[in-house]
């Protein structure tokens, strides 16, 4: 999901706004804060509202952040998988079909 990839490699504080939400994904401010909400009912995001102190985009009140459970694999930043590396290069070299 999109709204989940914004999270990829960022820190586990990183505060998702709906403005940044709506950047990221191209969509409609309103199309951007039902998928957060989404996210939240179906609890792999958590709803927090901004302290009075912290500055924040005037229409953005509140951020979202990763559930615990799920902070470590949504924040986790890509790794391409290689087959060929996987395989040492041998069914390419050999033409042995790779074995399961």
């Known amino acids: 999901m999109k709204v989940l990839e914004l999270y990829r490699g960022r820190q586990a504080d990183f ?3 709906v403005c940044q939400c709506q ?3 191209g969509r409609a401010y ?6 957060l909400e989404e996210l ?4 792999i995001l958590e709803k927090f509202s901004f302290e009075s ?3 924040a985009d005037a229409k953005d009140k509140c951020y979202w952040l990763p559930k ?11 790794v391409d998988l290689d087959h060929i ?3 040492g ?3 390419v070299s050999q033409n042995i079909p790779p074995t399961i």
């Open 15 to 17: 505060k998702l706004t």
């Open 23 to 25: 950047s990221g994904i």
């Open 30 to 35: 309103t199309t951007a804060y039902s998928i």
């Open 40 to 43: 939240a009912a179906l609890e």
């Open 53 to 55: 102190t912290e500055v």
């Open 68 to 78: 615990q459970e799920f902070n470590a694999i949504i924040t986790a930043p890509y």
């Open 85 to 87: 590396a996987d395989l």
């Open 89 to 91: 290069n041998r069914a």
